[in-house]
């Protein structure tokens, strides 16, 4: 089973950007996404990255988030710009294990990587 590790979550002040990876232990086909969860709040999905379909955002990211994927080091990203606040979260990659885009569709969770957005 594909083992993922996120990475290049941090601080940052309104209006900054983080490149955030989900670096894979092997190859997979299959729609990768991000999600995150902030204290109190259910898991929400933020972006998925399909090799059929074009990239697919949560409406509080589109225009300012871009997940994209190498391939060749079985890593997907995720572009954040114009973070705000309410980004605040911890992110977690997961793979697609069934069809949505909700949370119970996806498997091989990471342990997440903590977003902060000061105000």
């Known amino acids: 089973q594909v083992q993922l590790v996120e990475s290049g979550g941090g601080l940052v002040q309104a209006g900054g950007s983080l490149r955030l990876s989900c670096a894979a232990s092997?190859?997979?086909?299959?729609?990768v996404g991000w999600f995150r969860q902030a204290p109190g709040k259910e898991r929400e999905f933020v972006a998925a990255?399909?090799?059929?379909?074009?990239?697919y955002y949560a409406d509080s990211v589109k225009g300012r988030f871009t997940i994209s994927r190498d391939n060749a080091k079985n890593t997907v990203y995720l572009q954040m710009n114009s973070l705000k606040p309410e980004d605040s979260a911890v992110y977690y990659c997961?793979?697609?294990?069934?069809?949505?885009?909700?949370?119970?569709?996806?498997?091989?969770w990471g342990q997440g990587t903590q977003v902060t957005v000061s105000s």
């Open positions: 997961a793979i697609q294990s069934g069809h949505g885009y909700d949370a119970s569709s996806f498997g091989s």
């Open positions: 092997g190859r997979t086909l299959r729609t």
């Open positions: 990255f399909s090799w059929i379909d074009p990239a």
